[in-house]
């Protein structure tokens, strides 16, 4: 399946949502490695995760 969403078709605007990924907040690389996740139970999620690129570990929570 191809996805090649035409800008300039309005109709299809309200049917892509863009999730920008998760980055270190230290180093700002996107290379991360996702140690553990746990479900809030409220549709949301946190991941423990850990950058490779500085070993920086930090929660990264999807909404
Ligand atoms: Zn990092």
Redesign the pocket.
Same mark, same amino acid.
Do not use: P
């Given at each position: 399946m191809s996805i090649s969403p035409s800008a300039t078709d309005a109709a299809e605007l309200d049917r892509y949502v863009y999730i920008r990924r998760a980055r *270190?907040p230290?180093?700002?690389?996107p290379d991360l490695k996702t140690q553990k996740t746990v479900d809030n139970g409220d549709d949301s999620i946190t991941r423990e995760t850990k *950058?490779r690129? *500085?070993?920086?570990r930090f929660f990264v929570v999807v909404e």
């Open positions: *270190c230290r180093c700002a690389s *950058c690129n *500085c070993e920086h």
